[in-house]
């Protein structure tokens, strides 16, 4: 209950649009945790005995028929999630998420599996395969490469499992494939247009005299990218400064670098450009909170100071990041609805259990996050 009370307490004093849950998902009455950490994911037995799927023989596609059977007890269907990398800061509060929405779902937690890719593809398609080979009753996907996702649906469908792709979108052409076929593949997250887009919002709605630092009738601002093949990395760097266009003010792009999502990458970056750029750079944008935490680091050590000489925002909304924004040390993140999405997805896989069928996609809206509502945040996310 707790998170359905706080997001309507957001909604009243929030100008952009809540998020009360992605789609048509329903379930908001979990209270998360902070990452436990990864002792409850195993791996899926190794990668050696990769076989190919042969047939549909040991995961028949649900039917009207198995309703009863599969609605009736979840406890034991077998559940396998593939995450990108466990050390994702974002991606973790994803699963922990994830798995105890499962449990209290009825899915017994030994038979929930999570693998980490390690962030290469070749071993988590090694853990799709072992999966397949377990027979386990749904597959949630966070793919390393979103360009693998084609060959991803392939090997599962053939394998008569049903997939809920997550956080890493597909491109479009896969996502009608799923739709002019009409297999039980789908994928659940957020426009990431929409968060590049609050990125730019706090930075103009500050307005230009207070942003235009050294008063050159320009916003000078560098970007530090997440991983590029990723298409929140992409959205976030194109809408973020298109905001600021959009309200009518000019930039100046001093530098674009890719920080690969990680804090340290981060840190290494803004840490260069201050160097070469020194007081020139009134703005950092950065895809996500992890990389603005390292920009944060590198702002401190070069004597700037966030809100009086320099203006700094992020995406996730993590812990952190929002105490930094209370504290004025960021100027702004945004929420990336980690309980709508990791409750959607449960909800998509557990109507794929009980062979009904779900969109292609299935969405969630983001949340605009200042010093004005950060504290409400930061008590529903902890
Ligand atoms: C998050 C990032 C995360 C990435 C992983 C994004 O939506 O904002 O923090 O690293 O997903 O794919």
Known sequence: MKKKVI???????????????????????ATSDQPAGDEQTEEPSGDEQTEEPEG???????????????????????????????????????????????VEQGFSKDNITIADGANDQATQSGQIDSFIADGVDVLIINPVNSSSAETITDKVV???????????????????RWEDNGWDVTYVGCDARQSGTFQGELIADLGMDKVDLN??????????????ENIDAQYRTEFSVKALADAGLEVEELDNQ??????????????????????DIEVVFCNNDAMALGAL???????????????????????????????GKMTGTVFNDHFAQSHSAADAAIKFVKGEK???????????????????VLDMVK
Not at 166 to 176: L, S, Y
Not at 358 to 376: F, H, L, S
């Open 358 to 376: 779900n969109d292609y996609y299935i969405g969630c809206d983001y949340v605009k996050v200042t010093a004005d509502n950060a504290q409400e």
């Open 158 to 176: 053939d394998a008569g499992i049903p997939l809920v792709y997550i956080n890493r979108e597909p491109e479009e052409a896969e996502e009608k």
């Open 258 to 279: 890719v920080g690969n999502w990680q804090q340290d990458q981060a840190q290494q970056i803004v840490a260069n450009a201050l160097g070469q750029h020194g007081n």
């Open 7 to 29: 997001s309507v307490m957001l909604a009243a004093t929030m100008v952009a649009a809540m998020a009360v849950g992605c789609g048509s998902s329903g379930g908001d009455d």
């Open 215 to 228: 008063g050159d009738g320009k916003i000078q601002y560098i970007m530090v990218q997440g991983d590029p």
């Open 297 to 327: 680091q590198a702002i401190e050590s070069a004597g700037r100071t966030v809100g009086t000489d320099i203006f700094l925002v992020g995406v996730d909304a993590l812990s952190e990041a929002l105490e930094n924004v209370i504290s």
């Open 56 to 102: 549909d023989e040991q995961t028949e596609e649900p039917t009207e028929g198995d309703d009863a059977a599969a609605g009736g007890d979840l406890a034991d269907k077998k559940v396998g999630v593939c995450i990108y990398q466990f050390s994702d800061n974002f991606m973790t509060l994803f699963r922990t998420e994830l798995e105890n929405y499962l």
